[in-house]
Nanobody, 115 residues
Framework: QVQLVESGGGLVQPGGSLRLSCAASGIIFSGYDLAWYRQAPGKQRELVAGITVGGSTNYGDSVKGRFTISRDNAKKSVYLQMNSLKPEDTAVYYC?????????WGQGTQVTVSS
């Protein structure tokens, strides 16, 4: 059974940093592309960052230069380092793993950026 557990969310002031983690089990992690998505109230879920099996990364325009995605295959984990956070980054953040037709989502972790 595939399980993805996100952690690291919370309340942070504008300009602050957070590091999200997503630990996977039940899959051959190294063979999956990974991504972080987010969904704010009343908005569609959007891609934040992705990292392929080979380590190539891509980012949403709104987070380029501020967020960094990384993976540790040995720990079966994907991370999202978020710096210079803005109120508009407030959302539930989800990790996603995908391989061919197989897609799995985590349960989400809340990130709130507010003073």
């Amino acid at each position: 059974q595939v399980q993805l557990v996100e952690s690291g969310g919370g309340l942070v002031q504008p300009g602050g940093s957070l590091r999200l983690s997503c630990a996977a089990s039940g899959i051959i992690f190294s063979g999956y592309d990974l991504a972080w998505y987010r969904q704010a109230p009343g908005k569609q879920r959007e891609l934040v960052a992705g990292i392929t099996v080979g380590g190539s990364t891509n980012y949403g325009d709104s987070v380029k230069g501020r967020f960094t995605i990384s993976r540790d295959n040995a720990k079966k984990s994907v991370y999202l380092q978020m710096n210079s956070l803005k109120p508009e980054d407030t959302a539930v953040y989800y990790c996603k793993v995908s391989f061919s037709m197989y897609v799995h989502w985590g349960q989400g972790t809340q990130v709130t950026v507010s003073s």
